[in-house]
């Protein structure tokens, strides 16, 4: 797992960025060009914990990094999700249960990945 994302309305992301980084007592900052996320600051060693402005209710979902989206996909489609949307080179999957996954391409450094990265 790479990313613990807090999904939030579109009007009350800023408000929820907020109480989370009061909350956990770490810095929030908005990564270049991404507007929508409110990055919460060193909350978890070499874990990416933001908030996300979303067009949808109040959830939480787990991006899983990979260096081929294709392939962890098939994996986990195999294992019972099911694919609902593609945006930006990302694939977004329901998995048993309901709950929402991503599968993006590798996000961290080099370092990281190639320390935390499960082979399969």
Known sequence: MSTLLI???????????VF?????GVPVESPLGEPQFHTLL????????AVQSIDDTARYHV???????????ARLTALGAVEVADWQGCRTLRVPGGHLLC???VHSSEATF???AHMW
């Open 63 to 73: 991006d899983i990094e990979t260096d081929d989206v294709s392939a962890e996909v």
């Open 103 to 105: 599968v993006i391409p």
């Open 114 to 116: 190639k320390t935390l």
């Open 42 to 49: 060193n909350c978890v060693p070499d874990l990416v914990v």
């Open 7 to 17: 999904d939030a309305p579109s009007g009350e992301a800023g408000a929820s960025a």
């Open 20 to 24: 989370w980084a009061g909350a956990l």
